[in-house]
């Protein structure tokens, strides 16, 4: 072959190497996970020169569930490429001590200043010391997330407010050394906070939660799961709240009507869980029913809703017409599901009203559990919801 037609074919190979396949890798390496977007950086020279060069390939970092997280935070943070990181994620990281946190505020200082988002969950080996030294040197921090950790207390949380003031989202899951005292710094800090996740803090009393709920009237979301020591007297002011969407009220045993229907004035609240709030009656769940009209999500498996552990037919219609605009929203798309598991006292009454309304949209039905619907076999369930493709019954 003549080397003037190599000529040709080589320049062509070199330019589709160098140009295109690093302009079509650029696209798609957006939408790749961390550890194959890193791999790519190995396959030749002008990829490598391309995607470093592409500062949005690497704005996280990810070392979730990894082993020697630590040192490889370091070595991360290091490189040029990750000078405006945004988000790191260490939850349930080997190997990541506070001694890690340390290097990093005395050698990554640079890299952490446009740190947004920062998870921790399950780094039970950092203290208050940790997060001492992480937020010193991230504060633009937004979201902070610190689950399953018993070494943080109140000194930890401490720390967060003083050095970063634009956090509108905190996980404090699984904390069971804060108290109120904590609550109390974060009330009178983050007037903002749209999302606080309180599970299992058990040193919390009613009185740190009303400074939450008095002064950080922007919470869309608060979690307060396996939190028994609350009373009625707390849960009345989440009806302060106007912009709460979820709320997450399981084991709450002490609250009551009462305190059910003071929440009940929460009118955006799309998701409710009341499983295990045992001193709830139905007069509460009507409540909610006629107060919650943006409801979509409700679970009070195990609430005894009356005296004798039964949900009278009145209690399972009234929630029945809240949930109806789901049925309309799903409506587009031709489908619907609704779950029903657990729900002792929902009887035949309770499906012919959703038939009445749903039939031609409902496909999935989840009755498990719910003893008191008796027409439950293939042919009655069709006859009321004629577009049933799935269905659970079992008792």
Known sequence: MDAK???????????????????????????????????????????????????????????????????????????????????????????????????????????????????????QKISDKGIEAITSTCSKLKVFSIYWNVRVTDIGIKHVVENCKQIVDLNFSGCKNISDKALQLIAENYQELESLNLTRCIKLTD????????????????????????????????????????????????????????IAKCKNIVSLNLTWCVRVTDVGVVAIAEGCTSLEFLSFDKLELCSRGTVPDKCALALVIPLLPVCQFFMKWRMMFWILFGIVGVTDKCLEVLSRFCSNTVTTLDVNGCIGIKKRSRDELLQLFPRLRCFKVHS
């Open 5 to 123: 037609e190599i000529e040709p074919k080589q320049t062509a190979t070199t330019t589709w190497n160098r140009e295109t396949i690093p302009k079509v890798m650029k696209i798609v390496s957006t939408k790749l996970p961390q550890r194959d977007l890193v791999s790519l950086l190995l396959v030749s020279p002008w990829l490598y020169r391309t995607l470093t060069c592409f500062p949005p390939l690497w704005m996280a970092l990810d070392f979730r569930e990894m082993n020697k997280a630590g040192d490889r935070l370091i070595a991360a943070t290091s490189l040029p490429r990750y000078q405006h990181v945004k988000e790191i994620n260490l939850e349930f990281a080997q190997d990541i001590e506070d001694e890690h946190l340390e290097v990093l505020q005395s050698k990554c200082f640079v890299s952490l200043q446009k740190l947004e988002s920062l998870n921790l969950n399950g780094c």
């Open 207 to 262: 009185g740190g939660l009303q400074q939450i709920l008095s002064k950080c009237s922007s919470l869309q979301s608060l979690n307060l799961y396996a939190l028994s020591s609350f009373t009625d007297k707390a849960y009345k002011k989440i009806s302060s709240l106007p912009l709460l969407k979820f709320l997450d009220l399981c084991g709450a045993q002490n609250l009551s009507d009462e305190g059910l229907s003071c």
